[in-house]
């Protein structure tokens, strides 16, 4: 046992309560292979002892076999189904540590590999020992290697996920970033679920590179056939998910976006945004989303929305963030001299209070930036109507329309001043208001 191991087992009988959670749980799937456990067990605790990480290693078994395998402390048999995703999520269910990782029992995943991905659990939610990035190598026939890297190359690009090793299994999890996991997938393709989940979510992932040991190849071959079919099987449903508005990245993604039109938009919304909110001071940002006009918000400035999921991602822009809702702002009155709502109250009633909330923590003489579609102008009308048209699309959640001279109307009636406005292609309207000081 590790030192650490010691310790909470002291301070369990020392308390006659409930062992301390654990620091590491290791899910080792055996459910092919399990007659390779006693070769691999003694390595795996010999990393383990180095790290003196407090752990407990579940061994998944086949409910096809009885586990009548010496095992070494702090580790059980856990009974699980035959089925990849089924036995995963079993596992997770059992799991108590603070962070999880996966590996296979048939020697393919170095324990040596562990002690690399346990170092790097400060870099991102999620690390994958991954074949296909620079260091990585997978020793086997030609055939295999190039199918494997097409498939994921396939999937990675498929679903716009920045993953080269998309069908690994050996990874450690942030155990908050698994537990919400939403697992429906029973087989191989539970792996590719994860990882568009997780970005979905929020959460970071990022790959170290491992030397895959190859097993005896018709296995190997199998399996491989199985992740193809598996995650076929499931690519459409993963396809939606991952280019869902509520995804974390929507925003960010759709900066860089390979279709020409929304790439434009964004970046045209990016510079006029930017433009009309220099120089203002801090910005409260109103339903910031992702987008990577967060990244030039001014010292001082706030970025909020009520998605947990987009306040995660935002992180990377290193600005303070709140989850808040614009009906209710957590802010005192004129508290920011700059207030930016764009392209949210389309997405709310009209008779909601957020106009009076961003007016309300508007300093006097501050500006408020506020963008919206034009529903006055042919040009979004017909967009919408043709934008509905593709999967995913989300004209139905635009439940207030507004007009440029309703709008008008409507900040002039609450005491603001209309500076200037700007157009992206006639069909988005961003609008600048002065606050009387």
């Known amino acids: 046992m590790t030192p650490a191991a ?43 002892a180095r790290l003196a990480v407090s752990h407990e290693i579940l061994v998944l078994a086949s409910l096809a076999h009885p586990g009548a395998i010496a095992l070494p402390p702090n580790t059980r048999i856990v009974p699980v189904p035959r089925a990849y995703g089924l036995a995963l999520a079993a596992g997770i269910a059992e799991a108590r540590g603070e962070f999880v990782l996966t590996m296979d029992a048939d020697l393919s995943h170095p324990p040596d590999v562990v002690e690399q991905l346990w170092r790097e659990r400060t870099g991102a939610d999620i690390v994958i020992a991954s074949r296909y990035v620079a260091g990585g190598a997978a020793t086997v ?20 996920v920045p993953i080269r090793d998309v069908s690994s299994g050996f990874r450690l999890y942030r155990a908050a970033a698994l537990r919400e996991q939403r697992i429906t997938s029973q087989d191989f393709d539970v792996l590719q679920q994860i ?61 860089d976006s390979r279709i020409p039109l929304q790439r434009y938009w964004q970046r045209q919304r990016y510079r006029h945004i930017t433009d009309l909110i220099r120089g203002h001071g801090a ?38 963030l709140a989850r808040a809702s614009g009906f209710a702002l957590p802010f005192r009155d004129g508290a920011f001299p700059c207030v930016l709502c764009s392209q949210v109250i389309e997405h709310v009633p009209k008779s909601s209070p957020i106009l009076d909330e961003l007016c309300r923590v508007l300093q006097p003489g501050g500006r408020l930036v ?53 157009y992206i292609l006639q069909g988005e309207l961003i609008q600048a208001y002065r606050k009387p000081a």
């Open 6 to 48: 010691d310790n909470a087992d002291a301070l369990a009988r020392q308390g006659g309560g409930t062992r301390p959670s654990p620091e590491l749980t290791i899910l080792v799937h055996a459910s092919d292979e399990p007659e390779q456990l006693p070769a691999l067990l003694p390595g795996l605790k010999a990393v383990l």
């Open 141 to 160: 026939p030609a055939y295999r290697n190039i199918s494997s890297r097409l498939l994921n190359a396939l999937f990675s690009r498929g679903l716009d």
């Open 195 to 255: 990882v568009v989940q997780a970005f979905a979510e929020g959460w970071s992932v990022t790959e170290v590179p491992f030397a895959y040991a190859s097993r005896a190849a018709s296995g190997s071959i199998r399996r491989m056939a199985a992740v193809g079919a598996a995650c076929l099987r499931t690519s459409g449903e993963l396809w939606l998910m991952r280019n869902s508005i509520l995804a974390a990245d929507y925003d960010y993604r759709a900066h």
């Open 283 to 320: 910005v409260l940002d109103v339903g910031c989303g992702s987008s990577h006009i967060i990244g030039q918000l001014p010292r001082g400035s706030v970025a909020i929305d009520v998605l947990h999921r987009k306040l995660r991602f935002a992180r990377r822009f290193g600005r303070a």
């Open 370 to 422: 506020l963008g919206t579609p034009d529903y006055a102008n042919w040009q979004w009308v017909y967009m919408e109507k043709l934008y509905g048209l593709v999967p995913g699309g989300y004209k139905d959640e635009h439940i207030s329309h507004y007009t440029n001279v309703e709008l008008l109307r409507i900040m002039k009636a609450r005491g603001l001043q209309f500076e200037e406005e700007r």
